[in-house]
């Protein structure tokens, strides 16, 4: 039995080529023998609309098209830096585009499929500028504007989130417990997988008197982390590969 592969937080960027290297190769091999490839979040560092004419999108759109092709169903949950990757992209590349906080049966379980960022509660800062850029109106004005304008945007955006990451204690960026807890009841399962928070773990804990876990995804940065999740919920979070950040 195929084992279904997830990962969230390459970040790809024009910065970062040998990031979009390794996902390439990825796509290419190991990826080809999976049941499913879920990206949960974050596959770009930014993403400025699906009209947009640089290079990287195109280059990512065809490694993913190529999977596609295969058979191999590819599903996307949206990030927090690629929350405007909409249905044109999707189309070219075969992507299945999720929800936040979808349920799918991965391996008999069901599962809660998330970006993780709405898991993060107790950074209200970060809350409030999510809730104005996922607003439908402020979307439609942003993406009105000319590429230029949108990318000026985005590279400000940039800098404003390194600050932001650089003033506020590591604790507050990650998940609330409680939040964990209630998305897990309000979803009806047990298992949760989610990005990210850049910290990959297996975390078991309890939930109404019952096992339940959290599988958090690691990012690309400086490394390929993905889960694969085998035959009978057999559960390997790992690096593919060691590679330099640049």
Known sequence: MAETLFVSDLHLDES??????????????????AAALYILGDLFETWIGDDDDAALPARVARALRALADTGVPIFFVAGNRDFLLGAEYAARTGLTLL???T??????????????????????????FRAQVRDDHWQRAFLAQPLDARRAFAARARVGSR????ATPEVLMDVNTS???????????HRLIH?????????????????????VLGDWYTQGSRLR?????????????????G
Not at 202 to 214: S, V, Y
């Open 16 to 33: 970062r080529p040998q990031i979009t290297s390794l996902f390439e190769r990825f796509l290419a091999g190991e990826a080809r023998n």
């Open 99 to 101: 929800a936040d906080a």
């Open 103 to 128: 349920v799918h049966v991965i391996a008999s379980q069901p599962t809660l499929l998330m970006h993780g960022d709405t898991l993060c509660t107790d950074d209200a800062a970060y809350q409030a």
């Open 163 to 166: 600050q932001h990451t650089r």
């Open 179 to 189: 939040a964990v807890a209630a998305a897990l009841r309000a979803a009806g399962v």
């Open 195 to 215: 990005g990210h928070t850049h910290r990959p773990a297996i975390h078991r804990l309890a939930l109404d008197g019952r096992p339940a876990e959290r599988i």
């Open 229 to 245: 999740v085998g035959p009978g919920g057999r559960l390997a979070l790992e690096n593919i590969a060691p590679t330099a950040a």
